[in-house]
T-cell receptor, first 118, second 112 residues
Framework: SAVISQKPSRDICQRGTSLTIQCQVD?????MFWYRQQPGQSLTLIAT?????????ESGFVIDKFPISRPNLTFSTLTVSNMSPEDSSIYLC???????????????FGQGTRLTVV | DAKTTQPPSMDCAEGRAANLPCNHS???????VYWYRQIHSQGPQYIIH???NNETNEMASLIITEDRKSSTLILPHATLRDTAVYYC?????????????FGKGTHLIIQP
């Protein structure tokens, strides 16, 4: 398994500002993902964080709004840019495929970052 | 869109078996059935997965029908800590190689 640390665990931000969320894993992983969970809703995949290249975004999510970095195999950041109250959600980091080359594996999730935009 | 259908909520008495159904009538031959759960204020947690055969681990059992169009997750002796939203997900990987498409899930409430 993998231990995932997300920072911050929660934040209250002013509209128009940006917040960067960090995700640190205790072991090397090939795959890292970012999800959003809006209040009372299920999780929605934002993007796959690719090490050494640009993230792959899902439909409805764009790089200008959610820039992602992945400088190595254990760390990634998600920035929520130019925030509005509609961005108030829980943002979760997920990892999978521990660096073993096995593709059909389960995902591990961080505890999430609870963001409130006022 | 999610390829599964689950009841929005279920109740179960503590100590009894909780049986959570899932319909996945459009599942492809190589797709697995995965179950995750999300306890309040936590990230989702993997429970179990299967392809064709029934599976059992320390957390639960998974029963998949012969035509693979539906499945049931069984928590054999539910406790209050099993209260959570349970997600049934079909896919070629369990989220480790590709992202997951979550449906609305079943909110299981264990009653004392």
């Amino acid at each position: 398994s993998a231990v995932i640390s997300q920072k911050p665990s929660r934040d209250i931000c002013q509209r128009g500002t940006s917040l960067t969320i960090q995700c640190q894993v205790d072991s090397q992983v090939t795959m890292m993902f970012w999800y959003r969970q809006q209040p009372g809703q299920s999780l929605t995949l934002i993007a796959t964080a690719n090490q050494g290249s640009e993230a792959t975004y899902e439909s409805g999510f764009v790089i200008d709004k959610f820039p992602i970095s992945r400088p190595n195999l254990t760390f990634s950041t998600l920035t929520v840019s130019n925030m509005s109250p509609e961005d108030s959600s829980i943002y979760l980091c997920s990892v999978g495929s521990l660096y073993t080359g096995i593709k059909n594996t389960e995902a591990f999730f961080g505890q999430g970052t609870r963001l409130t935009v006022v | 869109d999610a390829k599964t259908t689950q009841p929005p909520s279920m109740d179960c008495a503590e100590g009894r078996a909780a049986n959570l159904p899932c319909n996945h009538s459009t599942i492809s031959g190589n797709e697995y059935v995965y179950w995750y759960r999300q306890i309040h204020s936590q990230g989702p947690q993997y429970i179990i997965h299967g392809l064709k055969n029934n599976e059992t681990n320390e957390m639960a059992s998974l029963i998949i029908t012969e035509d693979r169009k539906s499945s049931t997750l069984i928590l054999p002796h539910a406790t209050l800590r099993d209260t959570a939203v349970y997600y049934c997900i079909v896919g070629y990987s369990g989220g480790g190689a590709d992202g997951l498409t979550f449906g609305k899930g079943t909110h299981l409430i264990i009653q004392p």
